[in-house]
């Protein structure tokens, strides 16, 4: 199993940035794909999540109109579009994923397969 995160890097505050992560040694299709993030000396956080099954996305109020969460499949591939992005937006972002079971979820805990992944960083 691999989610090989990429994309991040050093932007300016209101830039825009993609990040994507390749994923591989799972039935895709049946996953629930998401992105969590860690910011310098914070706890990881959810941020967005995808059922690829339905389309289904869910995001955390502070990226929540600002961030786009999207998958292709053909590509095994999850991207997460980052508009507006703030300082408070700097991180290691991650992409992981779970079997859909019916609900999308938030909990880090219900997660199985992680990327290792991204550094953000929104700077002047």
């Known amino acids: 199993v691999q989610l090989q995160a990429s994309g991040g890097g050093l932007v300016q505050p209101g830039d825009s940035l993609r990040l994507s992560c390749a994923c591989s040694?799972?039935?895709?299709?049946?996953?629930?794909m998401g992105w969590f993030r860690q910011g310098p000396g914070q706890e990881r956080e959810w941020v967005s999540c995808i059922s690829d099954g339905d389309g289904d996305t869910m995001y955390a109020k502070s990226v929540k109109g600002r961030f786009t969460i999207s998958s292709d499949l053909a590509k095994n591939t999850v991207y997460l579009q980052m508009n507006s992005v703030k300082p408070e937006d700097t991180a290691v972002y991650y992409c992981?994923?779970?079997?859909?079971?019916?609900?999308?979820?938030?909990?880090?805990?219900?997660?199985?397969?992680w990327g290792q992944g991204t550094q953000v960083t929104v700077s002047s």
């Open positions: 992981a994923g779970y079997v859909w079971h019916g609900f999308l979820e938030r909990s880090a805990a219900e997660y199985d397969h």
């Open positions: 040694g799972f039935n895709f299709k049946t996953y629930t």
